[in-house]
């Protein structure tokens, strides 16, 4: 097969003071941080959907994007040779990951068991181009909201034949997850919400989504698939509410149903920002309940307020990200999966590398940014000390369960009033903060 970028040279580390746009300046993937190698902290992923499907349409246009390998057909042969090009893509941009969903890397049949057929014949490229390169599947799922059949819901359609269709195909997907040797498996609620409350029943759909995770749960123990499970969460976008709005609904939801053991979150930057969070906030909150598994890295556009799914190039951005990512212990199944598509007016080839790159440099600056303030030490101290009474005395006996409201009383009426505030000096704070970036 021709190669489909020939004139592209496999992306290096420059440095930087390099001023080659098709080289990293700051992603030196054997570069050693907190003890460990970038490419070890970053684990960075190439996202299929958007890198080798998304033609960049929107609502007022069609797709603009050049891709001279892509036959435009839905054959099963094109998705074949589509997947090929992906990896040499993914190879020369020197990722070690990638992650697709079942309909974007083989295309949907006149029938299940068709679609069934065409997943296998791609999945077998997949598996020859994994063996051949040595990248790795961070994770798979299945589309269930682009076809029409979804229209109301998967798992939450008031139509239980498009429950069994959704379990059908989620349980595909996972077995071909697992033949590829996945490390984890993605649940991003597509279509689980609702347009309206007039025609919905809310509760019920909540119990059925319940009980299609509970199913995967069972199927991934029938099947023997060990990888990681997670729910990306996102507030709205298809519809007007998502099920799955934030982090705290997702583990609220997964606590309440007794999953929250067999489940981690896949937090993305832009959905974050659409539930009016920030995303550290969001990584931060998954970490505090032990569920920060993997990131969908990409950012939104603080005009737009849509999911723009745009490269990551903000530095403030993937330092915060970063700060939270190594205080809880790092990526361990997961990755940094560029959920992201170029503009619509970067048409070219090149335009996916200058694209991959920025956002890779982005998280390598985060990270150093990052560790450099974590070996400072300065805003960490600063919180320590901050929750200094809790560590003695009255706090101490707080934390530890042994006082109630009456002993409280008691001792609050002795005292008379609390000892006073000190500051929380954020200026300061956010001072120091900038020193590294
Ligand atoms: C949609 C989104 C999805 C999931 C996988 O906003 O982020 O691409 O990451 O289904
Ligand atoms: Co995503």
């Given at each position: 097969?021709?190669?489909?970028?020939?004139?592209?040279?496999?992306i290096?580390?420059?440095?930087p003071?390099?001023?080659?746009?098709?080289?990293?300046?700051?992603?030196?993937?054997?570069?050693?941080?907190?003890?460990?190698?970038?490419?070890?902290h970053?684990?960075?992923?190439?996202?299929?959907?958007?890198?080798?499907?998304n033609?960049?349409?929107?609502?007022?246009?069609?797709?603009?994007?050049?891709?001279?390998?892509?036959?435009?057909?839905?054959?099963?042969?094109?998705?074949?040779?589509?997947?090929?090009?992906?990896?040499?893509?993914?190879?020369?941009?020197?990722?070690?990951?990638?992650?697709?969903?079942?309909?974007?890397?083989?295309?949907?049949?006149?029938t299940?068991?068709?679609?069934?057929?065409?997943?296998?014949?791609?999945?077998?490229?997949?598996?020859?181009?994994?063996?051949?390169?040595?990248?790795?599947?961070?994770?798979?799922?299945?589309?269930?909201?682009?076809?029409?059949r979804?229209?109301?819901?998967a798992?939450?359609?008031?139509?239980?034949?498009?429950?069994?269709?959704?379990?059908a195909?989620?349980?595909?997907a996972?077995?071909?997850?697992?033949?590829?040797?996945g490390?984890?498996?993605?649940?991003?609620?597509?279509?689980?919400?609702?347009?309206?409350?007039?025609?919905?029943?809310l509760?019920?759909e909540?119990?059925?989504?319940?009980?299609?995770?509970?199913?995967?749960?069972?199927?991934?123990?029938?099947?023997?698939?060990?990888?990681?499970?997670?729910?990306?969460?996102?507030?709205k976008?298809?519809?007007?509410?998502?099920?799955?709005?934030?982090?705290?609904?997702?583990?609220?939801?997964?606590?309440?149903?007794?999953?929250?053991?067999?489940?981690?979150?896949?937090?993305e930057?832009?959905?974050?920002?659409?539930?009016?969070?920030t995303?550290?906030?969001?990584?931060?909150?998954?970490?505090?309940?032990?569920?920060?598994?993997?990131?969908?890295?990409n950012?939104?556009?603080?005009?737009?307020?849509?999911?723009?799914d745009?490269?990551?190039?903000?530095?403030?951005?993937?330092?915060?990200?970063?700060l939270?990512?190594?205080?809880?212990?790092?990526?361990?199944?997961?990755?940094?999966?560029?959920?992201?598509?170029?503009?619509?007016?970067?048409?070219?080839?090149v335009?996916?590398?200058?694209?991959?790159?920025?956002?890779?440099?982005?998280?390598?600056?985060?990270?150093?940014?990052?560790?450099?303030?974590?070996?400072?030490?300065?805003?960490?101290?600063?919180?320590?000390?901050?929750?200094?009474?809790?560590?003695?005395?009255?706090?101490?006996?707080?934390?530890?369960?042994?006082?109630?409201?009456?002993?409280?009383?008691?001792?609050?009426?002795?005292?008379?009033?609390?000892?006073a505030?000190i500051?929380?000096r954020?200026?300061?704070?956010?001072?120091?903060?900038?020193?590294?970036?």
């Open positions: 097969m021709a190669e489909a970028f020939a004139d592209i040279p496999k290096q580390f420059e440095g003071e390099s001023k080659n746009p098709l080289a990293f300046k700051h992603y030196n993937p054997t570069e050693l941080v907190e003890g460990k190698t970038m490419a070890e970053l684990r960075f992923s190439v996202a299929y959907w958007h890198t080798f499907r033609g960049c349409a929107d609502p007022f246009g069609g797709p603009t994007r050049i891709m001279p390998w892509d036959d435009g057909t839905d054959s099963v042969e094109n998705a074949q040779n589509r997947a090929r090009v992906a990896f040499e893509f993914i190879e020369k941009l020197g990722v070690e990951f990638y992650c697709f969903h079942d309909r974007d890397v083989a295309p949907e049949g006149a299940l068991s068709e679609s069934h057929a065409n997943l296998d014949a791609v999945a077998k490229v997949l598996k020859e181009e994994q063996e051949r390169t040595g990248i790795k599947l961070l994770w798979g799922t299945a589309c269930l909201f682009a076809n029409p979804f229209m109301h819901g798992s939450t359609s008031p139509n239980a034949d498009v429950f069994a269709f959704s379990a195909q989620v349980a595909k996972m077995e071909i997850t697992h033949e590829l040797g490390l984890g498996y993605v649940f991003w609620g597509g279509r689980e919400g609702y347009k309206s409350l007039l025609n919905t029943d509760g019920r909540l119990d059925h989504m319940a009980k299609f995770m509970q199913m995967a749960v069972d199927y991934k123990k029938e099947i023997g698939f060990t990888g990681q499970f997670y729910i990306e969460p996102k507030p976008e298809p519809t007007k509410h998502q099920y799955d709005f934030d982090s705290a609904t997702c583990h609220g939801f997964l606590k309440a149903n007794g999953l929250d053991k067999d489940f981690k979150l896949n937090i930057a832009n959905h974050a920002t659409l539930a009016g969070h995303f550290q906030h969001e990584l931060e909150f998954a970490a505090s309940v032990d569920m920060l598994g993997s990131v969908d890295a950012r939104g556009d603080s005009q737009l307020g849509w999911d723009t745009q490269f990551p190039t903000d530095v403030y951005d993937t330092t915060a990200a970063m939270t990512i190594l205080k809880s212990g790092g990526l361990t199944t997961g990755g940094l999966n560029f959920d992201a598509h170029v503009a619509r007016e970067s048409v070219d080839p335009d996916l590398f200058y694209a991959h790159i920025g956002g890779m440099d982005a998280f390598a600056r985060g990270l150093k940014a990052a560790a450099a303030i974590r070996a400072d030490g300065q805003i960490a101290d600063f919180v320590t000390e901050r929750y200094a009474t809790w560590d003695t005395g009255i706090g101490a006996d707080i934390e530890a369960g042994k006082l109630g409201y009456a002993e409280l009383s008691k001792y609050m009426l002795e005292k008379g009033e609390s000892d505030n500051s929380g954020v200026e300061y704070l956010e001072n120091i903060l900038n020193e590294f970036i």
